[in-house]
């Protein structure tokens, strides 16, 4: 089965700072996909960035961009230059196929990112 | 930019009673999904739909709920006798189907918010 860790619960980081959300997940599958959205408190679920297993390049999203490490098993998030209205919950979360063979989401449990003024 | 629509924001209902959230799925998008957030915990696949039916269900998807594409543009989970613990955020997704990075992503809905009484 397929599983993402976050092992971050809470993070903090300086505005204007750059931060790492660290996401390690584990399948058996040569295709996958890995996603972060972002949860502010108001609790929409917001697409920020996709890495596909077959990307060569890391995936970029102007302030956001994936560290994707394959053969780690790592697909971190780097927030550059954070603002006050980065301050969310950040879930890391794994495309996998259901038992039609279609995909699904399995998330991981999130981190917590506090921007500090 | 075309999003998943969810009504209502916030559902009150009383325990044993039947609710229904509606979910207008991105238009030229073929696969549809519900998902669940308790308060505080990590977002739970429930169900997948694809061409009128189920494609895949967890174990917490049982015989009290049910989904519906009644038209050609909602999709409807039901509740039908409702729990105090099915107390959540209920985000339906939807994802077009094609292959290719650019259109491996599910988009979520803003969530309905259900609290039972």
């Known amino acids: 089965a397929q599983k993402i860790t976050q092992t971050q619960p809470g993070m903090f980081v300086q505005e204007k700072e750059a931060v790492t959300l660290d996401c390690t997940y584990d399948?058996?599958?040569?295709?996958?996909?890995l996603f972060w959205y972002k949860q502010p408190s108001s609790g929409e679920m917001i697409f920020l960035i996709y890495?596909?297993?077959?990307?060569?390049q890391n995936a970029t999203e102007g302030r956001y961009s994936l560290n994707f490490q394959k053969a780690r098993k790592s697909a971190n998030l780097v927030i550059s230059a954070s603002q006050l209205g980065d301050s969310a919950m950040y879930f890391c979360a794994m495309r996998d196929r259901d038992s039609g063979g279609y995909q699904k989401v399995t998330f991981g449990t999130g981190t917590k990112l506090q921007v500090i003024p | 930019e075309p999003e998943v629509t969810q009504t209502p924001s916030h559902q009150v209902t009383q325990m044993g009673q039947e609710v229904i959230l509606r979910c207008v799925p991105i238009s030229n998008h073929l696969y549809f999904y519900w998902y669940r957030q308790i308060l505080g915990q990590k977002v739970e696949f429930l169900v997948s739909f694809y061409n009128n039916e189920i494609s895949e269900k967890s174990e917490i998807f049982d015989d009290q709920f049910s989904v519906e594409r009644p038209d050609g543009s909602n999709f409807t989970l039901k509740i039908r006798s409702t729990k105090l613990e099915d107390s959540a955020m209920y985000f339906c997704a939807s994802w077009t189907g094609a292959s290719g990075s650019s259109k491996n992503i599910q988009y979520f809905g803003a969530g309905t918010r259900l609290s039972v009484l």
């Open positions: 890495q596909g297993s077959y990307d060569e």
């Open positions: 399948t058996s599958d040569q295709s996958y996909g």
